[in-house]
C-alpha cells in the first residue's frame, strides 16, 4: 500500500505534525498519557505518550502533531514517529479514534495556556487583549479588550488568528465567540418603530 505523509515542523518547536491521507486517520481528540484514547494509537506510540516521551497528541483529519517537553528531543524522536507511522499504515492499519475527548474543564484548561502565550502576543500585536469567559460542549466564548473591542476587523483576527490557532491545538473546539461580537461592516441597524 503506498502511504501519502509527510512531517512538518509548526511555528512552535515543541510540536512536530505529520500530514496524512484523510482516510488514514479518523476522528479528532487530544490525547495524553492518561488518556483511554491511548488504546486506539498503534502500541508503540501509545508507549510514548504512556511513559511521557510524547506528552500530548493532537490527532485531526489528515493530522497528527505531536507535542514534546524538549524540542532538542524531535532530533532523535521525529524519526521513529515516522517510521512508526509508515509502518503502521503501509500494514493497512488506521488511527481510528472514538474515545471521549477532552471534558470543558480540560479544554478551558488548554485554551487559557494558549491564551496567555503565543495567542496573548498575537492579540497584542494588533493592540487587544483577550480573555477566556467560557467552555460550554466545545464552544469556547472570550472577550477582546484594548483596541480590538469594537474594532470592525476583529471578527477577522477572532475567527482567522484565534480560532484556527485554537482548533489547531484542541480539534474538540467547535466555534469561538466573542462576548461582544462586533457589527459587521455595512450591516444595517434598525431604529425601533414608534408609533
Same mark, same amino acid.
Given at each position: 500500500?503506498?502511504?501519502r505523509?509527510?512531517?512538518?515542523?509548526?511555528?512552535?518547536?515543541?510540536?512536530?505534525?505529520?500530514?496524512?491521507q484523510?482516510?488514514?486517520?479518523?476522528?479528532?481528540?487530544?490525547i495524553?498519557?492518561?488518556?483511554?484514547?491511548?488504546?486506539? =494509537?498503534?502500541?508503540? !506510540? @501509545? #508507549?510514548?505518550? /504512556?511513559?511521557?516521551t510524547? +506528552?500530548?497528541?493532537?490527532?485531526?483529519p489528515?493530522?497528527?502533531?505531536?507535542h514534546?517537553?524538549?524540542?532538542?528531543?524531535?532530533?532523535?524522536?521525529?524519526?521513529?514517529?515516522?517510521?512508526?507511522?509508515?509502518?503502521?499504515?503501509?500494514?493497512?492499519?488506521q488511527i481510528?479514534?472514538?474515545?471521549?475527548?477532552?471534558?470543558?474543564g480540560?479544554l478551558?484548561?488548554?485554551?487559557?495556556?494558549? =491564551?496567555?502565550?503565543? !495567542? @496573548? #502576543?498575537?492579540? /497584542?500585536?494588533?493592540?487587544? +487583549?483577550?480573555?477566556?469567559k467560557?467552555v460550554?460542549?466545545?464552544?469556547?466564548?472570550?472577550?477582546?479588550?484594548?483596541?480590538c473591542?469594537?474594532?470592525?476587523?476583529?471578527?477577522?483576527?477572532?475567527?482567522?488568528?484565534?480560532?484556527?490557532?485554537?482548533?489547531?491545538?484542541?480539534?474538540?473546539?467547535?466555534?469561538?465567540?466573542?462576548?461582544?461580537?462586533?457589527?459587521?461592516?455595512?450591516?444595517?441597524?434598525?431604529?425601533? !418603530?414608534?408609533?
Amino acid at each position: 500500500m503506498t502511504v501519502r505523509m509527510h512531517a512538518e515542523q509548526t511555528d512552535n518547536p515543541l510540536v512536530m505534525q505529520w500530514m496524512v491521507q484523510d482516510d488514514l486517520v479518523v476522528g479528532a481528540a487530544t490525547i495524553t498519557g492518561g488518556s483511554d484514547a491511548l488504546e486506539e =494509537l498503534p502500541e508503540e !506510540l @501509545a #508507549d510514548l505518550l /504512556a511513559f511521557g516521551t510524547i +506528552e500530548r497528541l493532537v490527532v485531526g483529519p489528515g493530522q497528527l502533531r505531536f507535542h514534546v517537553a524538549d524540542a532538542a528531543a524531535w532530533a532523535q524522536l521525529a524519526p521513529i514517529v515516522q517510521e512508526l507511522l509508515h509502518r503502521h499504515f503501509t500494514n493497512g492499519g488506521q488511527i481510528r479514534i472514538t474515545a471521549d475527548h477532552l471534558d470543558d474543564g480540560e479544554l478551558a484548561e488548554g485554551v487559557v495556556r494558549l =491564551l496567555e502565550g503565543a !495567542l @496573548a #502576543d498575537y492579540v /497584542a500585536s494588533h493592540g487587544g +487583549e483577550i480573555t477566556l469567559k467560557s467552555v460550554d460542549n466545545g464552544v469556547v466564548t472570550v472577550e477582546l479588550d484594548g483596541a480590538c473591542k469594537g474594532c470592525p476587523s476583529s471578527g477577522t483576527t477572532l475567527k482567522v488568528g484565534v480560532e484556527e490557532q485554537l482548533r489547531a491545538e484542541f480539534p474538540e473546539i467547535r466555534e469561538v465567540r466573542s462576548v461582544d461580537a462586533p457589527t459587521m461592516p455595512g450591516a444595517r441597524k434598525y431604529l425601533p !418603530l414608534i408609533t
